[in-house]
């Protein structure tokens, strides 16, 4: 593979007399007041622990497709994006970094509960079920496989942990957190943007399997914030290679995930330098989601 330049890489950012507000996993925030202005890097997260290898043009991906699902659904719920093009001073000198990757955003009071919508059984609601024989307190039908479609989505809401992770907590738990009329709302919307990303993603040849949401509240408005339907936030299957019974092929970090486990990686810090081959595929399924997605390549 030709060498990536590297101005397609953004490990993190670093504004002359600019500090950030916060820095998460992949993205770094800057406060301007009413508005945010968000910079998708190219970090990557695996078991929790950043590594020190970014994937390239994965904040490009990021950022271009959670635009994408904000444009198309955007008279289902508002959202935060106010420009993904224009940076005000002193960010207007660095529109080079910002690039492609970068959202001036409007500021929301965001809500303290992250909105999962599952369509499939898989992951940690795999393993709830195998325990319990239920999905989050949701009871499925007997003998399910791993991986097999739900009878119908549901919302499996979870905690946003300032470290550690995150938690599945009931609708009840929720509506003691936030009131049940904002509860309601919240996951009436959740799953209704879920059925619709995944009727568009189905004939594209792409499961979208389960995905999560966070949410903001603006003028006592309801408003869908910081990412739409990626890689990151959701599992997308490719459809040709669907197989329930066990884990499915997904378009995501899976391949940083393989050779973490290969190796006997203890999942704590500090994490190790991940090999060009296994940086190269990841990227290859970011771009490949993204080129299926959108219908042209970023």
């Given amino acids: ?7 397609r890489i953004l490990r993190e950012t670093h504004f002359a007399g600019l500090e950030p507000s916060a820095r998460g996993k992949v993205r770094d925030i800057y406060d301007l007041g009413d508005k945010l202005l968000i910079v998708a890097t190219d970090r990557l997260s695996a078991f929790d622990v950043i590594l020190p290898t970014p994937i390239p043009d994965k904040g490009r991906v990021l950022t271009q497709l959670s635009l994408f699902w904000f444009n198309l659904f955007n008279d289902v719920i508002p959202n935060h ?14 529109r080079h970094e910002l690039a492609g990757r970068s959202m001036i955003v409007r500021k929301t009071q965001p809500l303290p509960v992250e909105c999962v919508v599952r369509g499939y059984l898989s992951g940690s609601g795999w393993k709830d079920y195998v325990a319990t024989g239920m999905l989050c307190g949701t009871e499925l039908p007997p003998a399910m496989r791993e991986s097999d479609r739900l009878p119908t989505p549901i919302f499996t809401p979870s905690t946003k942990a300032a470290a550690g992770h995150d938690e599945n907590i009931t ?10 009329e904002l509860a309601r709302q919240v996951r009436a919307v959740s799953i209704d943007l879920y059925q619709r990303a995944a009727a568009y993603a189905e004939p594209h ?5 389960d995905t999560k949401f966070e949410f903001g509240l603006l003028d006592g408005e309801l408003i ?5 339907f990626t890689p990151d936030s959701s599992r997308f299957w490719p459809a040709a290679q669907y197989q329930p019974g066990g884990p499915q092929p997904s378009f995501d970090k899976q391949f940083v995930r393989d050779y973490l486990e290969r190796i006997r990686w203890a999942k704590i810090p500090p994490a190790p330098e991940l090999p060009a081959d296994v940086v190269a595929a ?13 219908g042209h390549a970023l």
């Avoid at 593979?1 to 101005?7: G, L, Q, R, V």
């Avoid at 609708?171 to 049940?180: C, L, N, R, T, Y």
């Avoid at 869908?224 to 739409?228: H, M, V, Y």
């Avoid at 990841?282 to 080129?291: G, I």
Wanted: hydrophobic content about 55%.
């Fill in 1 to 7: 593979m030709a060498a990536i330049p590297a101005s």
């Fill in 224 to 228: 869908w914030i910081d990412e739409a």
């Fill in 282 to 294: 990841t990227r290859e399924k970011y771009l490949e989601a993204f080129r299926i997605l959108t």
């Fill in 205 to 209: 040849g792409i499961i979208l399997a």
């Fill in 81 to 94: 994006v106010l420009s993904a093009d224009h940076f005000p001073a002193p960010f207007d000198a660095y």
């Fill in 171 to 180: 609708f009840e738990e929720v509506s003691a957190i936030i009131g049940q």
